[in-house]
């Protein structure tokens, strides 16, 4: 294949928009917890809140980072096999609690191309995951770029 012929194949297209299974998580706060220990949380009045498991309190939105294990990425057909994790973006649309039931549905939202470069031709999936609370409330949206590489080109 030359450096100038489009590696998007009509399985890729295909799978455009495509939704995979949802996944279930409880806003945990244990996990709450230690993440904001590790990340040396300061706001007294938060710890306490979250200490004494009060779901009433808003938490911080990097709580979300206790559930991304949940998310699974879609596979790619006929994807190149070298790739590199190029970005994460997190839009929080509204307030997480402890305790809040979310589901985690993963879609592949769009696939662009670049022909040619010093690393030659590439590919750049991105892959979304919509989370939504208990009250079907969209607190928020992950959108994941992962950049797929030809294993081999031209050097053109």
Known sequence: MSDDESLITPAMEAAIGREGEAREVTVD???VLRLMRALDEDDEELLSAVEAGDASYPIPT??????????RQLDVP?????????????EVKADIHLGDKLTIVPRLAEIQERIGGRVGHSLFIHHEWVYTNQDEVEVARVRRTVTHFQSRHTGE
């Open 78 to 90: 006929d994807a190149p096999e070298r790739a590199l994790m190029a970005a994460d973006a997190w």
């Open 29 to 31: 706060k244990e996990l």
């Open 62 to 71: 990097y709580a979300l980072l206790t559930t991304s294990t949940s998310q």
